[in-house]
């Protein structure tokens, strides 16, 4: 997503705010379906297929766990499938369940995305003048669990030269070199912070009338697709609302509505999503065009 990415930090964060937003709060099941695949193309074509597979154990574990909890602790619902311990386990408890799970694995991706659309300087830039105490610490909290995730593999590899612990048979052998591995973490994070608070005083963070440099421009492509997230947003709600297309899920499940007007509302919502990754298609068709002419 270079070119997403190329965009105004204003841009970028108006995007994912939008999306997010809507992820969170429509809980229609076309709406979250729409959401969950754009939010899988969109990871998929930011940090690849690789990194994206690596990540699906995790998030598929997470997904479950989720889809389970809610027909276990929740019994609302009119049409009950079976009875565990004398508690129902309905039929709308056991879909929201899972559509809530699609909500929140859905805004998880778009989370990686921002991730890795949103580094420390876009952050920075946009909160410096507003709040810049925030901007700091959520650049720092961004920057910071990926660093931690590459430093605990490199602290394991080099614990795995010359035999793997991990993997020994003894109990005690694995739990020293868990212990090691963490404390060798644990260490390197303070020395980190150290150094860390030692730069930023060297560099005057948090005096009076301090400036940044950055090189963001609001140009014309900028403020094109600024006025378009915010007609999309104000579309989609007005759909949302005046088609009523709010669902629900207890005591029965309401029905899908299909017409004209929520075909609309869809499409729109589908357009807004995609919106970057047609642009980056665009830019790739472009590019392998001028070489092509070479």
């Given at each position: 997503?270079?070119?997403?990415?190329?965009?105004?930090?204003?841009?970028?964060?108006?995007?994912?705010?939008?999306?997010?937003?809507?992820?969170?709060?429509?809980?229609?099941?076309?709406?979250?379906?729409?959401?969950?695949?754009?939010?899988?193309?969109?990871?998929?074509?930011?940090?690849?297929?690789?990194?994206?597979?690596?990540?699906?154990?995790?998030?598929?574990?997470?997904?479950?766990?989720?889809?389970?909890?809610?027909?276990?602790?929740v019994h609302k619902g009119a049409t009950p499938l079976f009875y565990a311990n004398s508690?129902?386990?309905?039929?709308?408890?056991?879909?929201?369940?899972?559509?809530?799970?699609?909500?929140?694995?859905?805004?998880?991706?778009?989370?990686?995305?921002?991730?890795?659309?949103?580094?420390?300087?876009?952050?920075?830039?946009?909160?410096?003048?507003?709040?810049?105490?925030?901007?700091?610490?959520?650049?720092?909290?961004?920057?910071?669990?990926?660093?931690?995730?590459?430093?605990?593999?490199?602290?394991?590899?080099?614990?795995?030269?010359?035999?793997?612990?991990?993997?020994?048979?003894?109990?005690?052998?694995?739990?020293?070199?868990?212990?090691?591995?963490?404390?060798?973490?644990?260490?390197?994070?303070?020395e980190n912070s150290i150094d860390t608070a030692n730069t930023m005083k060297a560099r005057?963070?948090?005096?009076?009338?301090?400036?940044?440099?950055?090189?963001?421009?609001?140009?014309?492509?900028?403020?094109?697709?600024?006025?378009?997230i915010v007609l999309s947003l104000l579309l989609n709600l007005a759909l949302y609302n005046?088609?009523?297309?709010?669902?629900?899920?207890?005591?029965?499940?309401?029905?899908?509505?299909?017409?004209?007007?929520?075909?609309?509302?869809?499409?729109?919502?589908?357009?807004?999503?995609?919106?970057?990754?047609?642009?980056?298609?665009?830019?790739?068709?472009?590019?392998?065009?001028?070489?092509?002419?070479?």
């Amino acid at each position: 997503m270079r070119e997403f990415q190329s965009f105004h930090p204003i841009v970028n964060l108006l995007y994912f705010a939008t999306v997010i937003f809507f992820t969170m709060f429509f809980l229609h099941p076309i709406f979250l379906a729409i959401s969950f695949i754009v939010s899988i193309i969109f990871l998929i074509k930011t940090e690849g297929f690789a990194e994206f597979k690596n990540r699906l154990l995790f998030i598929s574990i997470f997904f479950i766990l989720l889809a389970i909890a809610n027909p276990i602790f929740v019994h609302k619902g009119a049409t009950p499938l079976f009875y565990a311990n004398s508690n129902a386990i309905t039929l709308e408890s056991c879909v929201y369940g899972v559509v809530f799970a699609l909500m929140l694995v859905s805004v998880i991706f778009w989370f990686f995305s921002f991730n890795k659309i949103m580094n420390s300087d876009k952050i920075i830039y946009i909160f410096s003048s507003v709040m810049p105490t925030i901007g700091l610490m959520i650049s720092m909290i961004l920057r910071f669990i990926p660093r931690f995730q590459l430093q605990l593999k490199k602290i394991i590899n080099m614990n795995k030269i010359g035999g793997n612990p991990y993997k020994s048979n003894s109990i005690k052998s694995r739990l020293k070199a868990i212990f090691r591995t963490f404390s060798i973490l644990v260490t390197w994070a303070f020395e980190n912070s150290i150094d860390t608070a030692n730069t930023m005083k060297a560099r005057g963070y948090g005096l009076k009338n301090r400036t940044t440099f950055h090189l963001y421009k609001l140009e014309a492509r900028d403020i094109v697709f600024i006025i378009f997230i915010v007609l999309s947003l104000l579309l989609n709600l007005a759909l949302y609302n005046f088609l009523d297309l709010r669902f629900y899920y207890y005591p029965e499940i309401a029905p899908l509505k299909l017409s004209v007007g929520s075909i609309l509302a869809y499409g729109s919502y589908l357009l807004l999503l995609l919106m970057p990754i047609i642009i980056e298609i665009k830019e790739e068709l472009r590019w392998k065009l001028l070489i092509s002419k070479i």
